[in-house]
């Protein structure tokens, strides 16, 4: 019963911007959307949040739009350390609820 | 932020054995998760531990084979009972600020043969 819906894989050039779509149609008002990040043999990194209005930190950008059914994260300069599998996630920022993986986007950075 | 630690980092078992991972958190969490990840596959969760009382499991998750102990609100431990090669995983710890972000350990790497 996933809520989102990611590319299985993508690639991106080196230097250049990834950016990761996520779709989300069914979406709650209190739902939050959350990215998460898995490299290889390690555990997931969160990355971004955010409800409806755009984000960034240090890692990334996080553009939702208005309607908030869909989203993208935006890797400004992806290097070969970025390869790894995203997770597109949402869940309300509040209470006991759970965050629930679904498949994500296998992304590999070509040098 | 928060950073948790998982040990053993990874281990090798024999078959019908039991193994504990315990995990550490740096920092006071509301609330403490353990998840599985079969090989090649996505993250399934486990069972929310809660402290000082029974862990909540998840669908097809039951605690005589998963029993979860959090004695306080920085560690927890999973015990994954009566092993078979079907249990080889990696197994993650996660804790959750307040009631935002959460945050994964490195996970242990369960070979059972």
């Known amino acids: 019963d996933a809520k989102t819906t990611q590319p299985p894989s993508m690639d991106c050039a080196e230097g250049r911007a990834a950016n990761l779509p996520c779709n989300h149609s069914?979406?709650?008002?209190?739902?939050?959307v959350y990215w998460y990040r898995q490299i290889h043999s390690q555990g997931p990194q969160y990355i971004i949040h955010?409800?409806?209005n755009n984000e960034t930190n240090e890692m990334a950008s996080l553009i939702i739009t208005e309607d908030r059914k869909s989203s993208t994260l935006i890797l400004p300069h992806a290097t070969l350390r970025d390869t790894a599998v995203y997770y597109c996630?949402?869940?309300?920022?509040?209470?006991?609820?759970?965050?629930?993986f679904g498949t994500g986007t296998r992304l590999t950075i070509i040098p | 932020s928060a950073v948790i630690s998982q040990k053993p980092s990874r281990d090798i078992c024999q078959r019908g054995t039991s193994l504990t991972i315990q995990c550490q958190v740096d920092s006071q969490v509301t609330m403490m998760f353990w998840y599985r990840q079969q090989p090649g596959q996505s993250l399934t969760l486990i069972a929310t531990?809660?402290?000082?009382?029974?862990?909540?499991?998840e669908s097809g998750f039951v605690i005589d084979k998963f029993p979860i102990s959090r004695p306080n609100l920085t560690f927890s431990t999973l015990t994954v009972s009566n092993m078979s090669p079907e249990d080889s995983s990696i197994y993650l710890c996660s804790g959750r600020l307040g009631g935002d972000t959460q945050y994964f350990g490195p996970g242990t790497r369960l070979t059972v043969l």
């Open positions: 069914t979406i709650s008002g209190n739902e939050y």
């Open positions: 955010g409800l409806k």
């Open positions: 531990a809660n402290q000082g009382s029974e862990a909540t499991y």
């Open positions: 996630i949402v869940r309300p920022n509040f209470g006991n609820e759970k965050l629930t």
